[in-house]
């Protein structure tokens, strides 16, 4: 059974039943089919760099390759800081309570979102679907399995319903120009005229 997403707010805890917003499930999709000349459905397969085995599609899915065709089960796998040392991976975030705090928009904006969450209404508590009400966007960290950096999850309402929305910080600042560049005059479109000699050409 699926765990909620359990969040902390008002001296209250809401466990919130998620499902995913996916864009086939508003738009429906449609599926590119290849076939052969006798209309047989055709597998993809990665011809390997030597051309000796033709791997069928999830053959290397569970496997780590080096640039010295060395392979690395997952299991085998870690995860290291900038001096080697190995980082300690966090559990899931998952039916376990987070504090909710409030965010900015700006906050929630600066935030690369990656997946989206329709949240069933019927199961957050008073204090939170009223400040959810108010207009207010609730930040708390996610973490969907175990891992080694928490994502950031909004929870905000709008006419459709409740929604989390799991993002990350994009780490830069926007650029903006404070001033507009001051528009040329008649006079300053003259002086370039005269540097122009042709007749040096």
């Given at each position: 059974m699926a765990k909620n997403i359990v969040v902390r707010w008002g001296g209250e805890e809401s466990a919130l039943p998620f499902s995913k917003v996916e864009r086939e499930k508003l738009y429906g999709k449609k599926d590119r089919i290849v076939v052969d000349e006798q209309g047989r459905t055709c597998s993809?397969?990665?011809?390997?760099?030597?051309g000796s085995a033709l791997v069928l599609s999830g053959g290397t899915a569970h496997v780590n390759v080096d640039d010295k065709w060395t392979a690395y089960e997952q299991e085998e796998r870690r995860a290291v800081d900038l001096e080697g040392h190995p980082l300690e991976t966090?559990?899931?975030t998952l039916g376990v309570a987070q504090e909710l705090v409030e965010a900015s928009v700006d906050r929630m904006l600066d935030c690369t979102t990656s997946v989206v969450y329709q949240l069933e209404i019927d199961t957050i508590g008073p204090a939170l679907l009223a400040a959810l009400g108010a207009g207010k966007i609730l930040e708390a960290p996610f973490l969907y399995r175990?891992?080694?950096t928490p994502d950031a999850v909004f929870l905000l309402k709008n006419d459709e319903g409740v929604f989390a929305l799991v993002g990350r910080p994009t780490g830069f600042d926007f650029v903006r120009r404070e001033a507009l560049p001051e528009p040329e005059t008649a006079e300053q479109e003259d002086e370039l005229d005269a540097d122009l000699d042709f007749s040096m050409m």
């Open positions: 993809s397969a990665w011809l390997t760099a030597d966090k559990p899931s175990d891992g080694l």
